[in-house]
């Protein structure tokens, strides 16, 4: 269940996919909040079962033992000062599912259509309530297909390596660009290759580079396109 909010209307929503860091969850948490829309960071849910199945000991090459797994794993989300908090069983899970290990879970539970098929029904769930934008893979394509405003959002591999080495090593982690290249080639290859719900631009998305442009850039041409819908 869906808890925070209980009004139902016509909402709007609005898609926003692209392959990982290119920063689809930063912009969209921003925008969200300067239109008063909720933020939903559907990679959140995969990497919360990503966890229970890390948890479990679940083989992650083996999609038939992640399906049959996948029915013990709970995944909610409600907000907390505007929040989003992901609940696995009933568990805030926030401060566990950023590690390198459970990004590589993520990806490996979402090739699955038991969990993708768990997931979609959440997420469509919540857009029905609320103004949303939703960030993820397939939300224009599968999740949302009449949502409002569908965005594409791209960086090179180049830039989104040298976004993550920064990040890493703000964080005082150990980062080697070479090998962070090769893990975001090697996620995009899987999130674009999968036969179930993969990464790809629709023809009514607008696509956006934010190789150079500012945080703030992208968030001010999401919200200019975002302007004409209420
Ligand atoms: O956006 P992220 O890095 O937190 O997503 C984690 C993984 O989940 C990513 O490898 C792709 C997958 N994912 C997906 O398949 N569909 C979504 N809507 C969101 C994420």
Redesign the pocket.
Known sequence: MFRGFTEEKNMINIAI?GP??AG??TIAKKAAADLGYVYV???????AI?LYMVRKGTNLEDPAEIALNAGGADVDIEYKDGEQCVLLNGENVNGL?RTEEI?DA??R???VPEV?KK?LEL?RNIASKHDVIM?????GSA?LPDADLKIFLTASVDVRAERRYRENIAKGMEADIEEIKQDIRE?DE??MT?SE?P?VKVDDAIEIDSSYMTIEQVVEKIEELAGNLK
């Open positions: 996919d990982a860091g689809k969850s960071d559907t990679g959140a849910m995969f990497r990503g599912i990004s993520a990806s539970v979402a090739v993708r997931m997420q960030d993820g893979r397939d939300i999740v996620r899987r999130d999968r719900a990464l």
